[in-house]
């Protein structure tokens, strides 16, 4: 496996771990994060698409997919963007640049990787 793949990889089971407790525990990791609970099913919803979205990466990791891994670097770091902007326009408490950060240091690991690799 390159070490581009092992980046991929890690990154594919902390979306599987985050994406299992977003559906069956999301209250207690909002409250881990300083965020308000929700009976709402929104917070499932993404949980399951966040899961899905580690399968894809596992996916790709093992697949060795060099697209995919360079596709990710340019994606993660708009979560980051994202997830700041709504935490400016008030929509979200700060905590949540958090992930955001989490998947920009992902896409930078990758980066790193692949510019090693060249």
Same mark, same amino acid.
């Given at each position: 496996?390159? &070490?581009?793949? #092992?980046?991929?990889? /890690?990154?594919?089971?902390?979306?599987?771990?985050? $994406?299992? /407790?977003?559906?069956?525990? &999301?209250?207690?990791?909002?409250?881990?994060?300083?965020? &308000?609970?929700?009976?709402?099913?929104? @917070?499932?919803?993404? $949980?399951?698409?966040? #899961?899905? @979205?580690?399968?894809?990466?596992?996916?790709?990791?093992?697949?060795?997919? %060099?697209?995919? #891994? +360079?596709?990710?670097?340019?994606? +993660? &770091?708009?979560?980051?963007? $994202?997830?700041?902007?709504?935490?400016?326009?008030?929509? /979200?408490?700060?905590?949540?640049?958090?992930?955001?950060?989490?998947?920009?240091?992902?896409?930078?690991? %990758?980066?790193?990787?692949?510019?090693?690799?060249?």
């Amino acid at each position: 496996m390159s &070490p581009a793949a #092992f980046t991929v990889r /890690a990154f594919g089971y902390y979306l599987l771990v985050l $994406g299992v /407790a977003l559906v069956a525990v &999301p209250n207690l990791l909002l409250g881990l994060f300083l965020m &308000p609970a929700t009976g709402e099913v929104w @917070i499932r919803v993404v $949980g399951l698409l966040v #899961f899905n @979205i580690g399968v894809y990466y596992l996916y790709a990791a093992r697949c060795e997919a %060099t697209a995919f #891994f +360079r596709a990710s670097v340019f994606t +993660r &770091p708009l979560v980051l963007v $994202g997830f700041a902007a709504f935490v400016l326009a008030g929509l /979200a408490k700060p905590m949540l640049i958090g992930f955001g950060l989490v998947d920009f240091l992902g896409g930078l690991w %990758t980066w790193r990787a692949l510019k090693r690799a060249a």
